[in-house]
């Protein structure tokens, strides 16, 4: 079946779902999104782009935007930053503080908050600027100059970031941390806060599918690096519902309670979608859905 086909199919068949899920209201900006948009966008390695309904309106990325972090991390450090994060699984909400403790401020994974806090101070520390870097590399991976941090986002989260910074407090009572809590939550709520198109995180997450190099065909990571994201992905991408997003989709993948979930068919594309109703685990309902029947339609899984 042409992919054109194959994408009509899944937004039929998502429609059904439309609606359905709880738009995030913990960050209250995000409760003024309208529940019912939905999205989907596939990108070739060529760089040849196609997509179906909402997939060119810019949303809030979110836990997507932790993918991109470790990888501009990962592209630039050596494996000693292993030490202050672990990878596996949490089984646990991303904002969950329990483990935290258990672990002596160890994160369990770069995905969940605490990790991706401990991601975004190292990145500091490599650059300085760690949103403005992210952002500049976003741009030119998705080819979208405009892409922004949405200040609205951004400042609604900085004002109800409590959970948030009693993770990096507690972590830098451990010494996990090396900059100013303020410093890494301001830059990590920057991150989140990008607003970018079902298109443009399609296009910026290829390098994930074509062995870590960039759309300029330079390496930005070695294929081994970008095989242990991709794996990081599966394992912890959706955090205590990776088990059924690997039952149901089977291909590495990143949710944000934007209600963006992006995915990577390694050798193959990436496909982002977006829908804003929520599970209570933080992940689209229909994008889950989505992203099931497409695995199913084109035998994509890797399982
Ligand atoms: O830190 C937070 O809580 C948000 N900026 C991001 C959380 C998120 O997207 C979790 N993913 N499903």
Redesign the pocket.
Known sequence: MEMSKVLERVAEEAAQLRGAGMV?D??PALAEVDPDHFGIALAELDGSVLGVGDWETPFSV???SKVFTLALVLAGSDESFWQRVGREPSGSA??SLVQLEHERGIPRNPFI?AG?LAVTDELISMVGDASGDLLAFLREESGNPDLEVDENVAAS?AAH?D??LALAHFMASYGTLRNPVATVLDQ??RQ??IAMSCRDLALAALFLADRGFRRDGSALLSCRQAKRINAIMLTCG??DAAGEFAYRVGVPGK????GGILSVIPGRCAVAVWSPG?DK???SVVGMAALDHFTTLTGWSVF
């Open positions: 995030m913990y960050i979110q836990s997507i991303f904002n908050n991706a989260e970031a959970r948030n990590y709520v989140c806060s959706t955090y949710s944000g309670v934007g929520l685990r933080g992940n």
